[in-house]
């Protein structure tokens, strides 16, 4: 009797085992790890704290780093506040086909690469007259 009861527990443990592991979501590389990116002067860095660009996020940016961890597409004009650092990954495209916009003075966006330098963005299409990054028709 009591083989049967071990042999009853291990078997549930597994099947509990096999479906939690099966339940854990695949997360991006970059999941909870630090992003690596080039400073102005060629040097490596890293940046252990950013938000990742997905396709569909809130266009507007505030104070901070934003890293292009997968390939992402935003249909509306991002509106840039503050001081926005933005890491393009290598291996990873960031379409934005209305622009960027910086809004006001006093705000800035800088754009990094990483070692393989094959990140990019996108811009094309964009309307009203507005520049692809920086002012919107009615601004500098």
């Known amino acids: 009797m009591k083989k049967k009861k071990y042999a009853l ?66 249909g509306s004009r991002v509106e840039i506040t503050g001081d926005v650092h933005l890491i393009l990954c290598d291996g990873c495209e960031l379409g934005v086909p209305k622009g960027i916009h910086l809004t006001g003075n006093g705000n800035s966006l800088t754009i990094y690469g990483q070692t393989g330098n094959s990140g990019s963005l996108l811009i094309n299409g964009v309307d009203d007259k507005n520049a692809g990054i920086g002012g919107n028709s009615d601004s500098n």
């Open 9 to 74: 527990r291990r078997f549930f443990a597994f099947l509990l085992s096999a479906a939690l592991t099966l339940s854990v979501p695949v997360l991006p590389a970059y999941a909870g790890a630090a992003v690596s990116y080039l400073d102005p002067m060629g040097v490596e860095q890293a940046c252990p704290a950013f938000t990742s660009v997905s396709s569909g996020m809130n266009v507007t940016w505030s104070d901070g780093w934003y890293a292009v961890t997968t390939s992402a597409a935003i």
